[in-house]
């Protein structure tokens, strides 16, 4: 039972494009909205995150966009590069209980 | 060095053995976690603790076990690998805030 549902699943973008990643949710208990980025061969790396009274969240050419009426979030990569390709997961944490859920992932390919 | 290590990054193991795989942290993180990744399945999460000698299920728990001793460390044991139980296993560990999620860098386990 996913409780994060994320999609694309793939998605290639040609450099300085916008790629855009979506997150849907049902649980009203999360409390908090991580992206994680993971690199071959390594961990899940936290990119950027937001809170549900916050609507838009920017750091560098990362955005995160929440609607919070729809539960859904998603994630943007402006003037994206082909350093940018890794997998990308969404994630939503439990309010009260420490845990994260995690999306099923979206392997991002930018070509040069 | 501070941070998160797993042990060992690659193995591959016979179908009934019993495996361990390691994880130790060196900040004192309260929480620990364990998480599968699979493709199309994202990062589920097996096992987690919230200090020494407290652990709970997550998602997918059947098959393993965990134990915690010590604030730093936390294996995971397979009991009886199974072929569905091949995967990249990663541990995390967090302050508490659920912000602060570090991931290790996984554990490939293959089971033939």
């Known amino acids: 039972q996913q409780q994060v549902k994320q999609s694309p699943q793939s998605l290639i973008v040609q450099k300085g494009g916008i790629p855009i990643i979506n997150c849907a949710y049902e649980?009203?208990?999360?409390?908090?909205f991580p992206w994680y980025q993971q690199f071959p061969g390594k961990g899940p790396a936290l990119l950027i995150a937001?809170?549900?009274?916050?609507s838009e969240k920017k750091e560098g050419r990362f955005t995160i966009s929440f609607n919070k009426s729809a539960k859904q979030f998603s994630l943007h990569i402006m003037d994206s590069q082909p350093g940018d390709s890794a997998t990308y997961f969404c994630?939503?944490?439990?309010?009260?209980?420490?845990?994260?859920?995690f999306g099923q992932g979206t392997r991002l390919t930018i070509n040069p | 060095d501070a941070g998160i290590t797993q042990s060992p990054r690659y193995k591959i193991t016979e179908t009934g053995r019993q495996v361990t795989l390691m994880c130790h942290q060196t900040?004192?993180?309260?929480?620990m976690f364990w998480y599968r990744q699979d493709l199309g399945h994202g990062l589920r999460l097996i096992y987690y603790?919230?200090?020494?000698?407290?652990?709970d299920k997550g998602e997918v728990p059947d098959g393993y076990v965990v134990s915690r001793s010590k604030t730093e460390n936390f294996p995971l044991t397979l009991e009886s690998a199974t072929r569905s139980q091949t995967s990249v296993y990663f541990c995390?560990?967090?302050?508490?805030?659920?912000?602060?999620?570090?991931f290790g860098s996984g554990t490939r386990l293959t089971v033939v």
């Open positions: 900040w004192s993180h309260s929480y």
């Open positions: 995390a560990s967090s302050d508490g805030t659920g912000h602060g999620y570090t």
């Open positions: 603790s919230a200090a020494a000698d407290i652990t």
């Open positions: 937001i809170r549900p009274d916050v």
């Open positions: 649980n009203t208990a999360f409390d908090y």
């Open positions: 994630a939503a944490h439990y309010q009260g209980a420490q845990k994260l859920v």
